[in-house]
């Protein structure tokens, strides 16, 4: 886990885990209308299998001493429109990290891997 320095306090320096940061976006990005889910590497995956919750799926930061770029990785419902959803997406995780850490944004990445189809269509699936 990387830690980068944002500043210090009279009481010492404040150090910021880009873990952390990635939590920060993937909470902030999921609340947004019309993301399905969080995709997460293969690796990410075995994780969850095993049973510990990865907090940061779908996520990968970048985080300098006072910047950050942000990759979000997510399957969209079926229907939206996703420049919308992804502009929104962008907004809330940019106001997020930067109100919480302190960090500035200089990019927030959205990369749709798939689209979810709503639970009729799988229910009919079921039935046939």
């Known amino acids: ?8 306090t009279m009481g010492g320096v404040v150090k910021i885990a880009e873990e952390v940061v990635a939590i920060i976006a993937a909470v902030a990005a999921s609340e947004v209308k019309g993301v ?27 985080v300098g001493e006072k910047e950050a770029a942000i990759d979000i990785y997510i399957t ?3 229907g939206v429109r996703i420049p919308e959803v992804a502009w929104e997406i962008q907004e809330r995780v940019k106001s997020a990290v930067e109100s919480m850490t302190g960090l ?24 046939e």
């Open 104 to 127: 500035k944004v200089v990019e927030v990445n959205i990369h749709v891997q798939g689209i979810k189809f709503e639970k009729e269509e799988q229910k009919e699936e079921v039935a």
């Open 76 to 78: 969209v419902e079926y």
């Open 1 to 8: 886990m990387s830690e980068n320095t944002i500043g210090e």
């Open 36 to 62: 399905a889910s969080m995709v997460g590497s293969w690796t990410g995956n075995i994780t969850e299998v095993l049973g510990k919750k990865n907090l940061a799926k779908g996520v990968k930061v970048q």
